[in-house]
């Protein structure tokens, strides 16, 4: 059974940093298009960010583009979310999210993510 765990989420400050990681047992990220969604209190889950299975494509949202990563360590086989200047809408529990293996082609569509972690939490204190 394919399992993703998210950690790093916490309570921090306006403009501070946060790493997210998501560390994946029974499969290897490095062959995986894998994502990172959130969800932020009473609304839907959105795309933060999309990596094609051969890392060399990553979709960003526009509220994230310039202030967030996500690039995975395939040695140790987690991926991590870098997140940077932080602001109070991206208040949120975060996921991530893998594909099927046959699929190599990053997707914003949460519905083409076949396995997800149990989130982890965000908060940003203006």
């Known amino acids: 059974q394919v399992q993703l765990v998210e950690s790093g989420g916490g309570f921090v400050h306006v403009e501070d940093s946060l790493r997210l990681s998501c560390t994946a047992s029974?499969?290897?990220?490095?062959?995986?298009?894998m994502g990172w969604f959130r969800q932020a209190p009473g609304k839907g889950r959105e795309i933060v960010a999309s990596?094609?299975?051969?890392?060399?494509?990553?979709y960003y949202a526009d509220s994230v583009k310039g202030r967030f990563t996500m690039f995975k360590d395939n040695a140790k086989n987690i991926m991590f979310l870098e997140m940077k200047f932080l602001k109070p809408e991206d208040t949120a529990d975060y996921y991530c999210?893998?594909?099927?293996?046959?699929?190599?082609?990053?997707?914003?569509?949460?519905?083409?993510?076949?396995?997800w972690g149990q989130g982890t939490q965000v908060t940003i204190s203006s």
């Open positions: 999210a893998a594909r099927d293996s046959e699929f190599d082609v990053a997707s914003a569509n949460m519905y083409d993510y076949s396995y």
């Open positions: 029974r499969f290897t990220v490095s062959d995986r298009v």
């Open positions: 990596m094609s299975r051969d890392g060399r494509v990553t």
